[in-house]
């Protein structure tokens, strides 16, 4: 139970910083800056899809 509430708790991050790099993209913000926020954003995307692939394989 508590590998889903990290799932969820995850998802709802990944969804909050997916709104917030658009926002950066559209606004005059520095390259930089975006590229660093979306490398954080993929490591958080990795990490769910480590914890949910883990999952699937110990529900084997």
């Given amino acids: 139970m ?3 509430n990290s799932l ?3 998802k ?3 969804e909050d ?3 917030k790099l658009n926002e ?3 606004s005059d913000i520095n390259k ?3 590229l660093k926020f979306s490398i954080e954003l993929d490591r958080l995307i990795g990490k769910y ?3 949910e692939l883990n999952k ?3 529900d084997r």
Avoid: H, P, Q
Wanted: glycine residues 4%; charged residues 45%.
């Fill in 2 to 4: 508590g590998e889903s």
């Fill in 8 to 10: 969820e708790e995850i």
């Fill in 12 to 14: 709802i991050e990944i």
């Fill in 17 to 19: 910083k997916r709104i």
């Fill in 24 to 26: 950066l993209v559209i």
């Fill in 32 to 34: 930089d800056d975006v």
């Fill in 49 to 51: 899809y480590d914890i």
């Fill in 56 to 58: 699937k394989r110990a």
